[in-house]
């Protein structure tokens, strides 16, 4: 498949990642395919600055027809496979159909094959890595499905290890898993030994602008990321959340959370300094934001990495948990399965409503994801993520938009965010547009989210990671994507990019019955006020409406 | 609630019935409101002409916002209710907000008034009733909830007493027992005592149409439903759609039943004379089509009631269940426990894609009943029906459209019904618009389903029922209505009812952010033949989408 010729017409983005994944849809995609048949596609597409010199460049796109949300889902994922990708040269996987038995694709410099995965199904992804080690060498990158995507979970990621080979990197939401486990695709192993760096075209012009794009990074012109993350990490998001009201806590029942200082960075420094694991952690080489981090358990053995701020709220806080080790090992046995911690604590806290979880009931709530694992019929109507649960248990009160979970920003108290979460054609999702500008003011916040959405919607093409926070300044990344492709773009055409693509994917959830009216936060939210602030989501519905008219 | 004023404009019709549903959910309903939240309505409406000297006038109508499709609701059923009702003077009953315990609306010629239903809670309908007829007398009529409806099942009726006080009655789709339970109603007891038929405007006029229109009725003009329905009751039906391959069979992969003797109309009247039961039961007095049944088990014991054609196909020959007595049982406990046997029988039939039943495992099927009375995990799986269970499981090939079970007519062998299941507002639904001509040419069903939908949509306010057939000869009710209501409405008026009513919907359904894409029957059924006739749904999908343009 021939998705585009970069530097072909000098004033034309090349395609990548998200843009992939919407041009693909478009072109090949059934709206109208039930997305675990065979009609449905599934797509995994690096960014198209990724294998390149540039920091953080590697977010890798994974996506298809949603089995959460029924309509088009792109999830993204970092570590060093998209990288990899890239550097041999493939655009994009699409895989159509369904395999007659669970396969791993192997690739490579020599090419591909398809190999049996015989010897690691239904094996958790952290076994199944292992195995597939053993196998392939150290060496290689691995994207991957647990045994939530193998039994198609509406709740089910798709794994991707990261610089050390632990899969704790997850393109998590809207079920992406289970399109991958329909067509009995196990693993992606992905060797790009021997093969280079990405070259430029410009080679003096990218070295420019790359000098350029790197100082912007690091002198953090919002805040100051490459000190903030590298040391806190996204833990170091608890206190700001929890201070702001945003911090989902007890099933979005309150805005902050009484134990936030027993699940913030410092006490996962603090536990650090104890137990050995670490913050500065690079999910892929050459990162310099390296936001990641790892955890090890009480006896000073590795037990999760990349513990990140959605799912110390979302396990944490929002079902009245306090206890940094066991969102840890519950975030690991996520991993291993393959679970969306966002989806998944959004499924537990609504059983509080019902009777069948109290918030801070550890045990229990370890007990529900050990359901999960086990695919008792409770574990698969959890595994089925938070509608499919509140639809079984008769929950009214649910915390979702267009069928996908709230993550850990609460909109009533992040009003921009909250725009982005009723809009995004993606649903409810964290990155598909961030907005905490004026946050508890319904004024501007549509047109706030608005931008928002457009810059970071082009920025998913790239395969740049969110945290460079160049989205705020967009203007430096042009001249690099010039200067690498030999091309001459303006940023306008980038905002046209974001553009095309976000009307690509409206008009593909059309397609799929997803009409305009879906573009809406829960009743509920507008109703219900949120403590510490008293704030109800207030942003005018009209004006919501109007947000893609472009 | 002021609804209509029927007389005070000679050409406007009254409301009644689905009429009612759509101008209150129009007027007071949410289209963004959670289908079990408080800010839902429950509505109950008896058609325009219930309560007269009209034989079959009595269906009522149930409605809201559907747990199930998402969409607006109107489901209907049988029985005294909805004559008493209007014989009584309510037009609609219409609940919003939510008790603060489990309560009984009692009605009679004193008022109305609430009264505790703490002893009859958790009982399924059979027992339940027995207690209200202790505590009311055998005289009343009662609406009310199963377990089902209770638990906020989305596959959970409201039943209505028939004639001779078994709830076996049921508004079965959509899951309106479920809003009916969100309200913790549980029973509307119905006393009528005293109160005598509705007395028409222009008596002569009224005497002289309605002499016509029961001609017309009995005369049978599309084959004779007084002796047909009268003889075999919908049973009948088996051996139609047998010899038409449009019976459900072996989860929608075939479309007869080589086993359909073992449970037709002539196995039902030979258990008949052995055990006693009977064809030619009237469901409401008076009803000259007495198309209803009782069915005795093998010791000549009452088991159900209204054992029909639906049921026979959904709970039979879709699931391979070529016992009469099996089928029989099962229906009693859907009763029991308010469940829609249509919605039962397509949700046990998918979980043969998934190993989870046998066709043809009697045992099995009727133990996943007990599991859904018993409201263990997978109880509650089944209980939301065919469409979350299909999630829960990972079923790709799933007979629903909105969300709803495809009923007992295969629209692949029928296909202007197949027209009707596609785009009705109400979902996948058999008596929203029948069409059987030509049933196997893919030419003119656009328009016969429209010409169908129309017209029993309009039926649907008058509280007649489908099986008077006057549907197809509206021209003698229209006289029937202006005598009735000393009014002087046209046939256009009637249509224009119908019109009005569907585009209230279907713009309920627009803000509820269903989309028009919504309106189609599953891809798989454009792609599989069935056999006998070897058909695919082949009407173009670029002429169902223009169905609506009026």
């Not at 979970?153 to 899969?167: E, I, K, M, R």
Request: with cysteine.
């Amino acid at each position: 498949e021939h998705i585009s010729q970069p530097g072909k017409q000098k004033n034309v983005l090349p395609l990548g990642g998200r843009g992939i994944i919407d041009d693909l849809m478009t072109k090949y995609g059934s709206p109208s395919a039930h997305p675990l048949s065979k009609d449905n596609l599934f797509i995994v597409a690096p960014g198209f600055l990724s294998g390149t010199a540039i920091s953080s460049s590697g977010r890798l796109s994974v996506g298809g027809k949603s089995p959460l949300t029924g309509g088009i889902k792109e999830a993204n994922v970092g570590g060093p496979a998209g990288q990899k990708l890239m550097q041999l040269g493939i655009q994009a996987i699409m895989v159509t159909g369904k395999a007659s038995g669970w396969k791993i694709l192997k690739i490579g410099v020599e090419g591909i094959s398809f190999e049996t995965a015989e010897a690691i199904v239904g094996l958790g992804n952290y076994a199944a890595c292992e195995k597939l080690y053993k196998e392939y060498g150290k060496q290689i990158s691995i994207i991957l499905v647990g045994p939530a995507g193998e039994r198609k979970y509406l709740n089910s990621t798709v794994a991707a290890t990261d610089a050390d080979g632990n899969p704790c990197r997850h393109a998590a939401r809207g079920g992406v898993g289970a399109i991958m486990g329909s067509k009995l695709l196990k693993a992606i192993v992905i060797d790009s030994t021997g093969v280079a760096i990405r070259k430029p075209v410009d080679k003096d012009g990218f070295k420019n602008a790359l000098k350029k794009l790197t100082e912007t990074m690091m002198a953090g012109p919002h805040g100051t990321p490459g000190d903030f993350l590298k040391n806190f990490g996204t833990p170091g998001i608890v206190d700001v959340d929890n201070i702001k009201g945003s911090l989902p806590t007890y099933n979005f029942r309150q805005g902050n959370f009484d134990k936030h200082e027993k699940i913030n960075a410092e006490r996962y420094i603090e536990l650090n300094k104890q137990r050995g694991g670490r913050m500065g952690h690079a999910c892929m080489p050459g990162c310099i934001v390296r936001c990641s981090n790892i955890f090890h358990d009480s006896n000073g053995e590795y037990l999760t990495a990349s513990l990140e701020y959605e799912t110390l709220a979302m396990l944490g806080s929002n079902l009245g948990i306090d206890d940094l080790d066991a969102i840890a090992r519950m975030d690991r046995k996520c991993d291993d399965l393959g679970l969306d911690t966002i989806e998944t604590g959004c499924c537990i806290g609504i059983l509080n409503d019902v009777g069948l979880f109290s918030f801070g009931d550890i045990a229990k709530a370890e007990s529900l994801i050990d359901e999960i694992a086990q695919a008792t019929p409770l574990g698969r109507i959890l595994g089925s993520g938070t509608e499919v649960t509140a639809k079984v248990f008769g929950i009214n009160r649910v915390p979702t938009v267009k069928g996908q979970g709230i993550p850990g920003h609460e909109p009533r108290a992040l009003k921009g965010w909250g725009v982005t979460y009723a809009t995004s054609p993606q649903g409810a999702d964290h990155t598909a547009g961030p907005s905490i500008e004026d946050p508890l003011s319904p004024v501007g916040q549509v047109e706030r989210s608005k931008s928002s959405q457009i810059i970071n919607t082009a920025f998913d093409a790239t395969g740049l990671c969110h945290f460079t926070f160049l989205y705020k300044n967009p203007d430096v990344v042009i001249p690099v994507i010039n200067a690498f492709y030999g091309i001459n773009v303006t940023m306008e055409d980038f905002m046209n990019l974001g553009k095309k693509m976000l009307r690509e994917e409206i008009a593909f959830n059309r397609k799929a019955g997803i009409g305009p009216a879906a573009d809406r936060l829960p009743d509920w939210m507008r109703k219900e006020q949120l403590s510490p602030t008293n704030e109800k989501f207030d942003v005018p519905q009209k004006e919501i409406d109007e947000i893609f008219d472009f």
